[in-house]
Structure formats: structure tokens, C-alpha cells
């Protein structure tokens, strides 16, 4: 039997630790957050409460597995306690690395960190309470502008638009580098804020635009056929506020700072279509224009952390180049050595950043699973990262690595803990008349748990 250690809780993460535990291996999950869930946890929209509890029953299932073991409030990364050596020196047959895309994405652009200049990924963790984030500020103003066209921008327009407590908001503004037929939101999601769509404003882009699309063979008739299909369907919609408009063919070059430091106005770079074989391509004009916004909200995808402390090139976790090996997009690679890194694996949005939802996320790590799976029965149990014919060396037992962690003042949290924490927010829950509550600071969950601990020894 081998000892297989996972990085991350997410989908990916809870699916590939389900998958290696079936097949009788011993399987210890190291999280950053309290809880495990990761996106399915603090990236679907809030009120999808359904959703989520469905996916709830789901991991509780594969921690409630006996050789699956759970330490949460354990960040793992060359900035913490925790590093990626130090758990080697644990001495896993394996390491999963399910720990998603933490990293932030933005362009690059001069002005970046100016106050109310945020990355989609902390603000969707943020109104999804997750800890630090939720207690950070993530202020808005009257004018915010996202960029983006993909789902993700919609449900950050909708919290703006419908669930914010934050009443300013007068407008959102979406910037798209390319044209409307390149709309990549699905119609189910868009549905819920099309009603702030300011019909009127949104036909005069289409024909701010018109000329440019017509130069690569598109047709703003189609439009309402293809992408943005709520103009088909309620044509005579009337505009609820705040409203929702759309900039179109525009790329975010420059940001201008007011007296107080936040971004008043965002400078945009006009662009023209082009076709690239199959694909629609965006190039700039040279000409540009401003636009007044008071916050800025970059949703354009997902990037890693170079700060985990594995192997980082262009931009990515490294992953084995050589694609005759049908493991080789799920084996860690050092490009600096040019060979594999004995025992190490990707999984999920770790190995392809904002590729699917969680179907994909479980299928995505149980097939990472399965290659671990061969390579533990290829190697027999070893230490990963030393041959296993050579090595001496047996894994750290789960007490030992929850003496590792105390000793490294981690509050670390276990499988055993987190019924208490359920426990604890279904009661406050149930005091505030809410169908559902989270905590949204670590130090509220840690005694959270003890509390709720303590009555159940009281009684």
C-alpha cells in the first residue's frame, strides 16, 4: 500500500484522492481553505444553494472514506510553513497538485494597482465569503467595468446589478476586445441580468461596430440569433436598472487615478477583427478613447502561482512535454533539468487554468488519478522523487504529519472537525432565518469548531 498526498480540495483534488483511496491506497489531502469544496465551494454563484449541497454530499463521501485523511487550514507553497520539500520530506509515494489557478490575471498595464482595480477570481471569493478575501476591500462605485465576455462576467454583473448590498451602482459597463458574435456566456446565465440590458444603448454599439464585423463577413443581424438570443425572446423588454452596457472591439490600455487614488477613468485601445484559419483574432486601430469608471474588473481567465514551488514556465505549472507519453500532460516537468519530477502529478484547473466546471474538474482529476494509479504499481511503494527499488524510506503516518504541522504552529483541520463546523453554521443559520450561512473569517470557524466540540462533550 502506498501514500499518496494531494494538494488542493476542490473537485479535482476530492475526486482524484476518491479514486486512489478505492484502489486501497492511504490518501492525505492538504487544503488551504477550512473547508473543502474549493471553487464548487467559493466560486459558484451564491444563491446556487442547490448546487452546492448536491456537490456537498458529494465530498462528503469520498472524506468519509476510511483511508482518506483531511488537513485543512494548511496552506501549502514556498510562503508558508508548509512547503512543497517539506512535504517530501514526509516521504509520499506520490503528490497530487489539485490546487487550481491562484494566481491573479490582469494585462499588464500601467495604473493596475490603483485602488478599485480587482481580479474576478478575488472578487467572486470575496462575495462568496471565502477567508481572507471576504474580509478585504472589494468597494465599488457608481461606474464599473468588466472585462470579459464569458460567464464568469455574468455573474459578477449579476451580483453588481441584483445582489449586492451595495446599492451605488448605476451601471456596468462590459469591454470585450472583440465583437458580439464572439460572446462566450451561456444563454441560461445571461438570462438572469438581460433585463438590465439597456436595449436602446446596445443597439447603437452594434452599429458603432457594424462596419468592422462586416470586414471579416459577419452580419449584426445575427446577433439575436446567436449570442445575445434575449433580444429575440423579449424584444420589448423594458431597461430595470442599474443598467448593463456593452463596449465592443476595445482592449483596456491605461488607467487614469483620481485625487484619491482610485481609477477614474480607463483608457481603451480601439481594434479591428481578422480571421485566423477557424478563429476571429482582435488587432488594435492605433486609435483610442476614454471612459469614465470608478472600479475595474478584469475577468479574463485564470493563471497559477509561480509561489507553490514546483516547476514554472511561460506562465504555467510545468507539465511533461513529451506527448507519446499518455501521462505526460499530467506529470510535473522541470524544463530547468529537462526530465520529469519523479512522483509528481496535475490534476484540474492545476494543469489547464479555467478549463471546465466541475464535470470536467472530476473527470479531469480522476483520469490524473488513474496515472498515478499506474505509476504507484509501476514503481511499487517508494518516496516520490527517489526510486522506490532504492529507497528505505516509509511515509510519515497521519499522526506524525499532524505533529509535522503542529510543530509549525498550523491549526490544522481534520475530516473530524468539520461536522462540528456544519453544526456551528446550520445553528446560526437557523437564529438569523436564513436558509443557509457561512462564516467568512478563519479565526470565526476555528472557534466555531471548538465550541461546538465542547457542547457536544457537555452533553
Given amino acids: 500500500m502506498a501514500t499518496v498526498f494531494v494538494i488542493g480540495a476542490g473537485p479535482a483534488g476530492l475526486f482524484a484522492a476518491q479514486k486512489i483511496a478505492q484502489a486501497g491506497h492511504e490518501t492525505i489531502i492538504f487544503n488551504r481553505d477550512i473547508k473543502p469544496g474549493g471553487l464548487a465551494e467559493y466560486g459558484i454563484y451564491p444563491v446556487k444553494d442547490k448546487m452546492k449541497v448536491g456537490l456537498r ?36 509515494s506520490a503528490l497530487v497538485f ?5 494566481g491573479t490575471k490582469k494585462l499588464g498595464m500601467a495604473g493596475e494597482d490603483a485602488l478599485g482595480v480587482y481580479s474576478a477570481k478575488d472578487f467572486v471569493y470575496y462575495y462568496n465569503q471565502l477567508p481572507p478575501f471576504a474580509g478585504l476591500d ?58 438590465h440590458l439597456d436595449r436602446k444603448a446596445f443597439q447603437e454599439e452594434l452599429l458603432r461596430v457594424k462596419d468592422r464585423m462586416e470586414a471579416v463577413g ?28 456593452f463596449r465592443f472591439l476595445c482592449s483596456p490600455c491605461a488607467i487614469t487615478t483620481g485625487p484619491d487614488g482610485r481609477i477614474a477613468k480607463l483608457t481603451l485601445a480601439e481594434n479591428y477583427l481578422l480571421k485566423r484559419d477557424e478563429s476571429i483574432a482582435s488587432k488594435p486601430t492605433g486609435e483610442t478613447t476614454q471612459i469614465d469608471v470608478d472600479t475595474l474588473i478584469f475577468a479574463i481567465g485564470d493563471s497559477h502561482d509561480p509561489s507553490l514551488g514546483i516547476p514554472f514556465a511561460s506562465g504555467s505549472y510545468a507539465c511533461n512535454p513529451d506527448e507519446a507519453a499518455l501521462e505526460a500532460k499530467y506529470q510535473v516537468f522541470d524544463p530547468h533539468t529537462a526530465a520529469i519530477c519523479e512522483g509528481c502529478f496535475l490534476v484540474g484547473w492545476a494543469r489547464k487554468p479555467s478549463e471546465g466546471l466541475v464535470g470536467i474538474a472530476r473527470h479531469d482529476g480522476e483520469t490524473g488519478a488513474a496515472h498515478v494509479l499506474e505509476y504507484l504499481s509501476r514503481t511499487s511503494v517508494g518516496a516520490a522523487g527517489v526510486p522506490a527499488q532504492s529507497s528505505a524510506q516509509h511515509c510519515a503516518s497521519v499522526e506524525e504529519i499532524a505533529q509535522f504541522l503542529e510543530q509549525r504552529d498550523m491549526r490544522a483541520v481534520t475530516k473530524a472537525d468539520l461536522p462540528f463546523l456544519r453544526a456551528a453554521e446550520e445553528q446560526q443559520a437557523k437564529r438569523r432565518g436564513l436558509a443557509f450561512f457561512k462564516f467568512s473569517d478563519d479565526e470565526e470557524m476555528l472557534s466555531a469548531i471548538e465550541q461546538a466540540k465542547a457542547a457536544a462533550v457537555g452533553t
Fill in 57 to 92: 454530499k458529494q465530498f462528503e463521501k469520498v472524506l468519509a472514506l476510511p483511508n482518506v485523511h483531511y488537513f485543512g487550514h494548511v496552506p501549502v507553497g514556498a510562503n508558508s510553513p508548509v512547503t512543497v520539500d517539506a512535504l517530501r520530506s514526509l516521504c509520499p
Fill in 98 to 102: 489539485a490546487v487550481g489557478a491562484q
Fill in 138 to 195: 472589494f468597494s465599488t462605485g457608481k461606474r464599473v467595468a468588466i472585462v470579459g465576455m464569458g460567464n464568469v462576467m455574468v455573474d459578477i454583473a449579476r451580483w453588481l446589478l441584483l445582489d449586492s448590498p451595495n446599492r451605488d451602482v448605476e451601471e456596468v459597463v462590459v469591454v470585450a476586445r472583440r465583437g458580439p458574435l464572439e460572446a462566450k456566456f451561456d444563454d441560461k446565465e445571461f438570462a438572469h441580468i438581460h433585463m
Fill in 218 to 245: 459577419q452580419d449584426i443581424a445575427r446577433v439575436p440569433e446567436e449570442t445575445f438570443v434575449c433580444l429575440k425572446k423579449f424584444p420589448d423588454e423594458p431597461l430595470v436598472k442599474p443598467r448593463l452596457t
